[in-house]
């Protein structure tokens, strides 16, 4: 049976930090097909597994995923192993003070989230994934079972925006230092053409040093890689 790869666009209330929800889903793998190569694409994926251990390939060591795993932004491209088959389900995320609020005070680099320190210890995750393996476990018809687990994430995800909002109305040093890297990120990708390192640290007012410490600590990535990895996607027109 062919494989299906679909895309779903968040609702307009959910569009500010959800960039899509994917699913992957292959019943039998061919050889060649048990190996896939993910890029960068500057933003966190949020990822549920349903088959067979995965594992993915990075700086030359081989890591098993857990069924569930928050995965920072990548600065190189990584090789994944399936087994015999695939089905997986996942959320993109952008940059965002939401996305911030909800999965993690900080975002967080590729290497230490494969690494195993994947995890944001959020509860409803895990209760998400078990609701999940419940609607896959079910015997209705397919088309059917992927439009209830999808109604199940978006459900979760209005929910966690509701919750999160009210939790953070009256904190504004974590809204400040959420908004500070969004205008970081923002500045980089107004300049990508002319970007330098420097010139962005004295607009921020602040030393270079300060100014790579504080962005790969809440991104993940260097500002110069963030910005290579952006100008990438845009000269060769790559959104997935």
Request: charged share 25%.
């Amino acid at each position: 049976m062919a494989a299906l790869i679909r895309q779903f666009k968040p609702k307009k209330c959910l569009e500010s930090w959800v960039d899509y929800v994917w699913l992957v889903w292959e019943e039998q793998l061919s050889d060649a097909r048990k190996h896939d190569i993910v890029i960068p694409l500057c933003h966190m994926n949020v990822v549920f597994n349903f088959s067979e251990d995965y594992f993915v390939d990075y700086d030359k060591t081989l890591y098993k995923m857990p069924s569930v795993v928050r995965v920072g932004l990548l600065d190189q491209a990584v090789k994944i192993h399936y087994g015999e088959s695939v089905f997986q389900m996942g959320i993109a995320l952008k940059l965002s003070e939401m996305t911030n609020a909800v999965f993690a005070k900080k975002h967080q680099g590729a290497y230490e989230i494969i690494k195993g320190k994947v995890y944001d210890g959020t509860p409803s995750l895990y209760a998400l994934y078990d609701a999940l393996c419940g609607l896959e476990k079910s015997s209705v018809e397919r088309e059917i079972k992927f439009e209830e687990m999808l109604q199940l994430i978006w459900g979760f995800l209005e929910h966690s925006m509701d919750k999160t909002l009210k939790a953070n109305a009256k904190n504004d040093r974590i809204i400040q230092e959420n908004r500070q890297i969004l205008h970081m990120i923002q500045y980089i990708e107004d300049h990508l053409e002319n970007f330098r390192v420097i010139q962005m640290a004295q607009v921020f007012n602040i030393s270079v040093s300060t100014l790579e410490r504080k962005f790969k600590k809440e991104v993940g990535l260097s500002p110069k890689t963030f910005a290579n990895i952006k100008r990438f996607l845009i000269q060769n027109k790559i959104q997935w």
